[in-house]
């Protein structure tokens, strides 16, 4: 045990703040879900690759559609039912009410009584990258094959951004709050940057 005297002017400080921090870090950067987070990009990057690559896999047209609208659909459902659950804590779906009326529900998991939050930061990294750069691809593929002329892929690229479209809306809903419209929240921005430049005009008129 150490002894310290009582004229000093030194401090009792934790000797094991760094290691906690190191923890910290590790933990944030840890991937807890290693199979969903698989699972997660598996489905859209190999409807990629196989769309990229169909001629060269199969001359078959039927085949490549086939195939490439199977992955769109197994990582539609992955991704809504499974990874975001659980790589980010978000889920959406649409239900029918007894009047027949549909609703959009979405749903963020709360974080726990110490406040850690419910995942990691690769994760979440992983999720958002996959989710926001796919749907983008897609749209690019829609653009080239409509000015190519390709009209028999328009029906496939068309599939894929709809489908990743859905996601990507979805969890961006549960992201910013389900009660919160994006219109608005659009329309309100540029309103306020529309009065801020209106009232900087009138200053710089003033002066």
Not at 8 to 22: G, H, I, K, P, R
Not at 122 to 145: K, N, Q
Request: positive net charge; proline residues 1%.
């Amino acid at each position: 045990m150490l002894r310290q005297d009582s004229n000093d002017d030194t401090e009792d400080v934790s000797l094991f703040d760094a290691d906690e921090e190191v923890s910290t870090r590790s933990k944030k950067s840890k991937i807890r879900h290693p199979v969903a987070s698989f699972f997660h990009l598996f489905f859209r990057v190999s409807a990629i690759v196989v769309y990229l690559l169909c001629e060269l896999i199969s001359s078959s047209f039927i085949a490549c559609m086939v195939s490439i609208i199977l992955l769109l659909s197994c990582d539609f459902w992955a991704v809504k039912n499974v990874t975001g659950r659980l790589m980010v804590g978000l889920r959406w779906w649409n239900q029918v009410d007894d009047d027949g009326r549909s609703h959009w529900v979405f749903e963020a998991r709360k974080a726990s009584a110490q406040g850690k939050k419910v995942s990691s930061e690769a994760e979440s990294r992983i999720f958002w990258l996959g989710l926001v750069t796919c749907p983008i691809i897609w749209v690019i593929f829609a653009f080239s094959a409509l000015f190519s002329f390709k009209v028999k892929w328009l029906a496939v690229v068309t599939m894929g951004v709809v489908l990743q479209g859905a996601n990507l809306y979805g969890y961006i809903k549960c992201k910013v709050g389900r009660r919160t419209n994006l219109t608005s929240m659009a329309t309100s921005y540029l309103g306020r940057q529309f009065l801020r430049q209106t009232v900087v005009k009138d200053d710089q008129t003033e002066s």
